[in-house]
């Protein structure tokens, strides 16, 4: 991942971190197919382009909507912008 110029990580790097974790456990769990979080799916669930999910894994861009997208992930806005699972969230 790349830091911004700043030097802190943007929403949008955040949203990939939460991301890849949700979808690093799907798969550990035998999740398959559609049902796992891929930067492609999340995109289709929000209705967005695939492009605009990727610029965000890559700092060039942050989501317009983090409400949606959180509750696209399935995560609360707090762990949005932290850019981790709440610890409850981790033992489940």
Do not use: F, N
Not at 17 to 32: P, Y
Not at 38 to 55: C, E, F, H, I, N
């Amino acid at each position: 991942m790349r830091i911004s110029h700043r030097g802190c990580v943007t929403l949008g790097e955040r949203v990939e971190i939460i991301r890849s974790k949700i979808e690093k456990a799907q798969r550990e769990a035998g999740v398959t197919g559609d049902k796992v979080l891929t930067r492609p799916r999340l995109a289709q669930k929000l209705g967005l382009d695939r492009s605009a999910v990727t610029k965000w894994a890559t700092g060039e861009g942050s989501p317009r909507d983090p409400e949606a997208v959180a509750r696209a992930m399935g995560v609360t806005v707090a762990e949005l912008y932290a850019g981790r699972l709440d610890k409850k969230r981790r033992a489940a």
